[in-house]
T-cell receptor, first 110, second 115 residues
Framework: DGGITQSPKYLFRKEGQNVTLSCEQNLNHDAMYWYRQDPGQGLRLIYYSQIVNDFQKGDIAEGYSVSREKKESFPLTVTSAQKNPTAFYLC?????????FGPGTRLTVL | AQSVTQLGSHVSVSEGALVLLRCNYSSSVPPYLFWYVQYPNQGLQLLLKYTSAATLVKGINGFEAEFKKSETSFHLTKPSAHMSDAAEYFCAVRYSGAGSYQLTFGKGTKLSVIP
C-alpha cells in the first residue's frame, strides 16, 4: 500500500525540549514538504526538500530543523527555540504538480 | 505578495442544497489551482485541480470547480450536499515561478451540513 505515514499521531512536549516528528513515504517522490496548521490560518510552509541531501527554508523555518538523508524520509525537529510550537503538523510529498499529504501529527506543549 | 482568499470561514447548507465555496487568487497570470478537503484530525485529500486545460474541472465526491480568469476565481461547487461533505475545504494556488511547486493556501472554509 503506497502512501505517506506520520508518527506519532499525538505528541506532548515539555517546554525547553526538542522533539522530532517522523514523515515517511513509499511513493518514490523526490520532493517533500513540512507544513504547520493553526486554527483559522491555513497551512504555512516550514521546510521543503526537492532531492536527497538538499532542503530549503519555507516561510516560517525559525525554530525548526530538518534532514533528508534518504529519499523516503524527511523528519522535522521542533527545537526549544520555537516559541509557540503547539500546532498540527502536516507532511506532504509531490508527484509532478500535485502534493499529497500525510495524516498529520498534533503537537502539544505542556 | 501572492495571496489566496477564501470568502467565509464557515458555510452552512441544508442537506440536498447547493454547495458553493469561494476562492479568489491574486495574479494576472493563470496559476495552477487546487482544492483539498480535510476531515477532523486528518491530513488533506485532493478534491480536484486546474492546470490550464479545461476550465471546468470535475473532482471526487461530486465536486467541481470552474476557473474564471476574468474574475481570478476558482469556486468549488456541488449540486446537492450530503452529510458526509461536512469538513474543512482549502483552496491552494501554485503561482508562476514558485520554486519547487510551492503552494499558497487559503485560510480554509468549514462546511456544515444541516440535516
Amino acid at each position: 500500500d503506497g502512501g505517506i505515514t506520520q508518527s506519532p499521531k499525538y505528541l506532548f512536549r515539555k517546554e525547553g525540549q526538542n522533539v522530532t516528528l517522523s514523515c515517511e513515504q513509499n511513493l518514490n517522490h523526490d520532493a517533500m514538504y513540512w507544513y504547520r496548521q493553526d486554527p483559522g490560518q491555513g497551512l504555512r510552509l516550514i521546510y521543503y526538500s526537492q532531492i536527497v541531501n538538499d532542503f530549503q527554508k519555507g516561510d516560517i523555518a525559525e525554530g525548526y530543523s530538518v534532514s533528508r538523508e534518504k529519499k523516503e524520509s524527511f523528519p522535522l525537529t521542533v527545537t526549544s527555540a520555537q516559541k509557540n510550537p503547539t500546532a498540527f503538523y502536516l507532511c506532504a510529498s509531490r508527484h509532478t504538480d500535485t502534493q499529497y499529504f500525510g495524516p498529520g501529527t498534533r503537537l502539544t506543549v505542556l | 505578495a501572492q495571496s489566496v482568499t477564501q470568502l467565509g470561514s464557515h458555510v452552512s447548507v441544508s442537506e440536498g442544497a447547493l454547495v458553493l465555496l469561494r476562492c479568489n487568487y491574486s495574479s494576472s497570470v493563470p496559476p495552477y489551482l487546487f482544492w483539498y478537503v480535510q476531515y477532523p484530525n486528518q491530513g488533506l485529500q485532493l478534491l480536484l485541480k486546474y492546470t490550464s486545460a479545461a476550465t471546468l474541472v470535475k473532482g471526487i465526491n461530486g465536486f467541481e470547480a470552474e476557473f474564471k480568469k476574468s474574475e481570478t476565481s476558482f469556486h468549488l461547487t456541488k449540486p446537492s450536499a450530503h452529510m458526509s461533505d461536512a469538513a474543512e475545504y482549502f483552496c491552494a494556488v501554485r503561482y508562476s515561478g514558485a520554486g519547487s511547486y510551492q503552494l499558497t493556501f487559503g485560510k480554509g472554509t468549514k462546511l456544515s451540513v444541516i440535516p
